[in-house]
């Protein structure tokens, strides 16, 4: 990979943007077919407030879009009234079966409506890295699936760097864990400090990925740390974004801040309560497989697709779009998995 890489991936049901900086995946943008809407990310809707919580400080707005409602915190003199037209926009994607957070534009005329589309896949993409043309076919739909597998892993070792990384989400927060990775011959003092700075970016590239927010904290190696020093590291890791607040490295050794959240996490969208792949998401996964085995074997007539009648069922009109050479069978013989074959 080269400095700075993109990929879009228009797989039938789902849209995937990835961002790759020096050879190692940054982030994964997801839309799908089925999304509402007025929940994406940047969405502007006008939307009707249903309910006002002074516990929680904020509204339940109805955007005409399936349940659960947006949530808009209210400031200072915002105090809408139940029934009241507000116009919004979606300052985060739906997480753990809440709906939107929403950013209160002004007030709003109408019945609940989206008024303007959060950007795609395409144009977060330009966004993140102007000029550079997104890479598409074969090359990224591998790269999807290997951003995916990274992305829902709990960490990882990455021994060149010398470190070994534990990145694991609780309903509190963030958990990060920096162990150095030692190696014969190296200054065990100065390796410390490079698997902190190295820790440090390697967490957040994967936070980013997973598409994680909140408050983060992060166990670093060793004692007597400079403290400055790391800040600065965790500044430059996390990017510059105004609404990251950093605190000290605490006497334990600990770092802590805090980000926003803007997206959906990624294991909410491809898995669900129950840890496994969604419906959805195994549907769409099994087309994505088809449509690259089409990729890379250009010289078949067709190819066949032998799945479960359940995945079938789902997966055929998806299928479908991808054009006559893709067919899918249900394969009673089959109780889990696919098959593709030639003819």
């Known amino acids: 990979m080269s400095e700075v890489e993109t990929f879009l991936d228009e797989t039938p049901g789902e849209v995937r943007g990835l961002l790759a900086l020096g050879g190692r995946f940054d982030r994964l943008l997801i839309q799908r077919d089925g999304d509402a809407p007025q929940h994406r990310l940047g969405a502007r809707s006008v939307g009707r407030v249903v309910a006002v919580d002074p516990g929680l400080k904020g509204a339940f707005v109805d955007?005409?879009?399936?349940e659960p409602f947006g949530f808009l915190p209210l400031r200072g003199a915002d105090r809408p009234a139940a029934?009241?037209?507000?116009?919004?926009?979606?300052?985060?994607?739906?997480?753990?079966?809440?709906?939107?957070?929403l950013r209160l534009i002004g007030t709003g005329a109408g019945e609940p409506r989206l008024l303007r589309p959060g950007p795609g896949v395409a144009e977060m993409l330009a966004r993140l890295a102007p000029g550079i043309e997104p890479r598409a076919g074969a090359a990224a739909i591998r790269a999807g699936l290997e951003a995916e597998e990274e992305?829902?892993?709990?960490?990882?070792?990455?021994?060149?760097?010398?470190?070994?990384?534990?990145?694991?989400?609780?309903?509190a927060l963030v958990a990060?864990?920096?162990?150095?990775a030692a190696a014969p011959g190296r200054d065990g003092r100065r390796d410390k400090?490079?698997?902190?700075?190295e820790g440090l970016a390697q967490a957040?590239?994967?936070?980013?990925?997973?598409?994680?927010?909140?408050?983060?904290?992060?166990?670093?190696?060793?004692?007597?740390?400079?403290?400055?020093?790391?800040?600065?590291?965790?500044?430059?890791?996390?990017?510059?974004?105004?609404?990251t607040v950093f605190g000290p490295v605490n006497r334990f050794g600990v770092l802590m801040l805090s980000r926003p959240w803007r997206?959906?996490?990624l294991e909410e969208r491809l898995l669900g309560p129950d840890g496994r792949p969604t419906a959805e998401a195994r549907a769409i996964d099994t087309v994505r497989r088809l449509r690259l085995a089409l990729a890379e074997d250009t010289a078949a007539p067709y190819l066949t697709l032998r799945c479960p009648a359940a995945i079938a069922a789902r997966t055929g009109a998806l299928a479908a779009r991808l054009g006559p050479r893709a067919r899918v069978r249900a394969d009673p013989a089959l109780s889990d998995g696919v098959e593709i074959d030639e003819g």
């Open 193 to 197: 400090s490079r698997a902190n700075r």
């Open 263 to 265: 997206t959906t996490p």
């Open 63 to 66: 955007l005409g879009a399936p």
């Open 151 to 171: 992305g829902l892993a709990p960490g990882g070792l990455f021994a060149r760097l010398g470190v070994r990384l534990a990145v694991e989400r609780t309903r």
């Open 204 to 243: 957040a590239r994967l936070i980013r990925l997973k598409g994680w927010g909140g408050l983060v904290a992060i166990d670093l190696v060793g004692t007597g740390h400079d403290g400055p020093a790391l800040l600065a590291a965790a500044r430059a890791a996390f990017g510059d974004d105004p609404e």
């Open 83 to 101: 029934g009241a037209r507000v116009e919004v926009e979606v300052a985060a994607e739906p997480r753990e079966r809440k709906g939107p957070t």
């Open 176 to 180: 990060v864990d920096i162990d150095h």
